[in-house]
């Protein structure tokens, strides 16, 4: 896993108070969503765990001793989710983190396809997603939620339909020029 | 004049002539005189023309050298800056540089503005000028800084520069800071921030002060509140290095 250079406000103890005033939280609630997102990209981190990431030095800055409590790990998270960066898993446990943007991971599809000559062919998310032919392009090994999201986006301005399968993973593909 | 005998009317004509006459040749001494001293000057702005000419870039790239060439221009009472349609501004675009300077300051200032609330130390506003690496900043000096935020000042509720303890610092939004305030401020000065302790030790307040204070601080944005020390610490993002850049 790649190293993560960690921005400044990171290193500046207020950063781990939920700030009183409302204009000061909304900069430092910019700030950590903005972190999040970039360190679950550089991480390749799809779901964030939320108790391991609490462990992790994401939320905790050791060489300053301070960490976000409980409540303000979901707090910040919850500010990712409302700005459309992310999504909770029903439970709250975990959340998925949209590093990229669905309509983003569809036009790298999309391109994959056209390059290859996929066009007019079947496929299934499983291939797309895991099939040896992707290797090596970023979007192998999405992850699954996403994958579906991002081929629903191009379902959306026609670039392909959606084909039900036995499952999730099943589902089919057919992409249109 | 002896007493008890008036003046006769030929000496007071006479005395009336030689006064004429006087004042007639200290006319042309003072015009002689202000005629060479406007050569001179004229000789000398040709001279500092030229000198500016061919220092241009030194004088555009250099800081210390821009800011002894200003120090000159001062002494004869040239001021490059003044009018942006001046034969100066045109023939070195100093004019243009303070101006173009000008516009990134209040760039930074702006853009920094929901971290510090406008309160920001010249020395940071100085290197966060220099993180940008535009032409116009990448050579900035905390005098040239100074001298865009002297123009800046025709603006309304502009930009002031004000000493906080030990530092320069830039305020840019225009609210009223009290003595207690920068007071206060100049607390932060080692450690970044204040603690009602430290008021309390330094400045010998009593309670209610100190709340008021520090109340302030954090409600126009100045302050940052930490609750993860035995007290609150109240951290002064703008007098602090490297806050520049959490933008």
Known sequence: ?177 | MPPGRRPGRASIREDVRRREEMAKRGAMISAETAQHMKMQLRTFSTKLEQFAIDHKDEIQRDPAFRAKFHSMCASIGVDPLTSRKGKWSDLLGVGDYYYELAVRIIEVCVATRPTNGGIISLRELVSALRIRRTTYTENVSSDDVERALAKLNVLEGGFKVMMIGHRKVVQSVPVELSVDHTNALAISEETGYISASALREKLKWEKERIMTTLRFLLEHEIAWLDLQTSEPTYWILGLMSGSSTFT
């Open chain 1, 1 to 177: 896993m790649s190293d993560f250079d960690f921005p400044p406000f990171y290193s500046f103890p207020p950063s781990f108070t939920r700030q009183p005033i409302e204009a000061t939280r909304a900069k430092q609630t910019e700030l950590w969503c903005n972190l999040i997102r970039d360190y679950c990209r550089v991480k390749r981190i799809f779901w964030l765990d939320v108790s391991k990431a609490k462990e992790s030095n994401l939320f905790a800055n050791p060489a300053i001793d301070r960490r976000l409590s409980d409540e303000d790990i979901q707090y910040f998270l919850s500010q990712l989710v409302a700005r459309g960066d992310a999504q909770w898993d029903p439970d709250r446990k975990r959340c998925l983190v949209f590093w990229r943007g669905p309509s983003e991971w569809g036009e790298m599809i999309y391109q994959w396809v056209e390059k290859t000559g996929r066009n007019g062919q079947l496929l299934t998310v499983h291939e797309i997603r895991k099939g040896s032919a992707t290797i090596g392009y970023e979007f192998h090994d999405l992850e699954l939620d996403t994958t579906i999201k991002s081929l629903q986006a191009l379902a959306v301005i026609g670039k392909c339909a959606l084909v039900k399968g036995d499952s999730d993973d099943g589902l089919g593909v057919k992409f249109v020029n």
